[in-house]
């Protein structure tokens, strides 16, 4: 089977090495698009493909029609809100994710944000510490739990609203708040982790923000659909005290830039996952769970059944 390894923002090379190594040990091609500049590059190519690795790349109705041959396309990483995944189904095509492989990576820039922030942005004027405050955790997940772990060696309290891992979090002694307006009144910093579906469309909204603490700190490593912009600039408009760091660019990126200057920070390019150790164990996972799939049938993790 020829396997198509189509990436937008390349892997890192030693997680190229090893992801190739799996499909050729699996006895199948590997075809390698990386860094292409249009998507008429993916257009053009994907027809070859009985099988597919992206990241964050469009995976929409346009391409899958175009993959005629394509069995299976797995998203090296957690969240797959960039594949239509319903079209996907309605083809025969069978989507995956990789749970909690790229978690880490994601939760360490986490912290490296809320450092960042609450150093007033390593610009040298006084900032604050970390240690005593209290992390609200806004949904449980793999990466929030990561978060969690680290942000306890680091002195701080924390709590979660989440509606779906609430047994998990009670187990392991994590307070779960009520309401997510009850989490982000007990929040010094606010870490987001909850995928762009559902109700968490736009849940960050005026009337929970409007409940954090002075001085808090609001971190986006998810995606910037979970947030209701229009009320976030107005709430930062209202509250000076307050700093959004992100590592997903606002549709409105200009407005935040000059409003919010010193209180605002965007990583220039989704980093998060953005590490060889992520890219080796999404990467390596998305590749086994292809050879898996062509071997046994097997699609634990299918997300489109
Ligand atoms: C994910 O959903 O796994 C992260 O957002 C990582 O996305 P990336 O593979 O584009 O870095």
Not at 118 to 123: G, K, P, Q, T, V
Not at 144 to 165: C, Q
Not at 208 to 224: D, F, S, Y
Not at 239 to 250: A, F, N, Q, S
């Amino acid at each position: 089977m020829k396997i198509l390894i189509a990436t937008d923002k390349p892997f890192a090379e030693e997680a190229r090495e090893k992801i190739l190594k799996v499909i050729r040990k699996g006895g199948h091609e590997a075809l390698l698009l990386e860094g292409y500049k249009s998507k008429q590059e993916l257009l053009s190519t994907v027809g070859q493909a009985d099988a597919m690795i992206v990241r964050s790349d469009i995976v929409d109705a346009e391409v899958l029609d175009a993959a005629v041959n394509l069995k299976i396309v797995v998203r090296a990483g957690a969240g797959y809100d960039n594949v239509d995944c319903t079209y996907a189904r309605d083809k025969g095509v069978v989507v995956m994710n990789t749970p909690g492989q790229n978690a880490n990576a994601v939760a360490e820039l986490a912290i490296g944000l809320a450092i960042y922030g609450i150093r007033e942005f390593y610009s040298g004027k006084a900032g604050r510490e970390l240690r005593g405050r209290t992390l609200g955790l806004h949904g449980f997940g793999y990466v929030a739990r990561n978060v969690f772990r680290i942000a306890r060696a680091l002195g701080m309290k924390v709590v979660v609203y989440t509606r779906f891992s609430r047994e998990a979090a009670a187990a392991i002694g994590l307070k779960v708040t009520h309401s997510l307006e009850d989490l982000y009144s007990k929040s010094d910093v606010v870490s987001i982790h909850v995928p762009a579906k559902g109700e968490h469309i736009r849940s960050v909204s005026y009337p929970v923000l409007k409940e954090l603490r002075k001085g808090a700190l609001i971190i986006n490593t998810a995606r910037k659909e979970v947030v209701n912009e229009a009320d976030l600039v107005r709430f930062m408009e209202e509250r000076p005290d307050v700093k959004y760091l992100t590592d997903i660019e606002p549709d409105n990126k200009e407005i935040f830039r000059e409003k919010f200057a010193g209180r605002y920070y965007a990583t220039p390019k989704k980093l998060g996952a953005q590490t060889a150790e992520a890219n080796t164990n999404a990467g390596v996972a998305a590749a086994e769970q292809i050879v898996d799939f062509f071997l046994t049938g097997d699609t634990t993790c299918q997300v489109n059944k």
